[in-house]
């Protein structure tokens, strides 16, 4: 089984000891390094610090809004990637939210398809070293051309995706697809909709890489790891996209209560609103033989890679409790 690994939930840690996590991971064979990016770090330049450090492991983004920096810019940043960490690289984007994108950038927000797929098509182009002309809905390019030596290995593109028609753009036009907040049972689902994509553009998912980040916490006080995983799953159970997503899973009726709660402004009892069924669906708490069997499980329901995102109930101040978690998996 190919594992992935979230390392941005130790960048809190000084450069040393993060790097030192992440030949770790390296050694205990995970196969990809993924970094977030919303309000901590620049996932670009943390990749690079992981990619520069390591020599087998994988590095990705889950994910690089394609709004808040051009395609061009992504080309670049996808190339220069390439070349220093040669076939490793993965630039993970998706459509962000209207706060992120509009309140936190200042910049126009659409949740159109059509936007990310124009910025999958210029960043395929920049990043292979074609003189780039576009003319779209959402980006225009006029006459560029980057004059660094384009890597060999050409850029590999994954779609963030939790709903059927950006599945199937990610089948259409992506090398792989993330997931988030997924259960199992959902996953032979999700994948179809990936085929249906996938038959648009002429192909099959061989070689399609099909990712889901997995909140998991390798502990013997599960009920205080539990509590903290209901309080990030009320975070985004509260946001439209995601409720809706949560719903489609099979946990509307929770999602019903939890957002009724939260809208009269009873916010601890909207957390007491998830249910076991949505705890044990949506993330993975245990002892270590118990989450690595419910990791296998996933992978039996389709996933290549599942994702290690680790958590601890205390944050992520202390890296012991998400050390513990990473160190339960892999050689």
């Not at 182009?125 to 074609?130: I, M, S």
């Not at 950006?166 to 994948?191: F, K, R």
Request: hydrophobic share 50%.
């Amino acid at each position: 089984m190919r594992l992935g690994i979230v390392l941005s939930a130790f960048t809190p840690q000084p450069a040393p000891e993060f790097i030192a996590i992440a030949r770790e991971a390296e050694r205990r064979g995970y196969h990809t390094a993924w970094v977030g990016e919303v309000s901590g770090y620049d996932a670009i330049s943390v990749m690079a610090l992981i990619a520069t450090q390591t020599e087998r492991l994988h590095v990705g983004s889950a994910v690089v809004p394609v709004q808040t920096r051009t395609p061009v810019v992504l080309g670049l940043s996808a190339a220069s990637l390439n070349h220093f960490a040669p076939g490793r690289a993965i630039l993970g984007l998706g459509l962000s939210s209207r706060i992120i994108v509009g309140d936190w950038h200042g910049l126009a927000f659409s949740p159109a398809l059509q936007q990310i797929r124009e910025a999958v098509a210029i960043i395929r182009q920049v990043a292979a070293g074609e003189r780039v002309n576009y003319e779209g809905t959402f980006f225009r390019v006029k006459n560029f051309r980057m004059t660094a030596p384009a890597p060999g290995a050409p850029v590999r593109i994954f779609l963030a995706a939790l709903g059927p028609e950006m599945l199937e753009l990610a089948g259409e036009v992506a090398d792989g697809v993330v997931l988030n907040w997924i259960p199992p049972e959902t996953v032979p689902a999700s994948i179809g909709h990936l085929e249906a994509g996938a038959k648009k553009a002429g192909r099959s998912l061989e070689g399609f890489e099909i990712a889901s980040f997995i909140r998991t916490c390798v502990t013997d006080d599960p009920g205080a790891a539990r509590q903290a995983l209901a309080r990030e799953i009320t975070g985004y159970a509260i946001v439209d996209v995601y409720a809706s997503f949560f719903r489609s899973a099979g946990f509307g009726a929770e999602v019903d209560a939890l957002g009724a709660a939260w809208k009269a402004g009873d916010r601890a009892g909207a957390v007491t609103k998830v249910s076991p069924r949505v705890l044990d669906g949506l993330g993975v708490v245990g002892d270590e033989a118990f989450c690595r069997e419910r990791i296998a499980a996933f992978a039996r329901a389709g996933l290549t890679q599942p994702v290690i995102l680790p958590f601890a109930p205390g944050g992520a101040g202390d890296p012991a409790p998400l050390l513990r978690t990473l160190r339960a998996f892999g050689g």
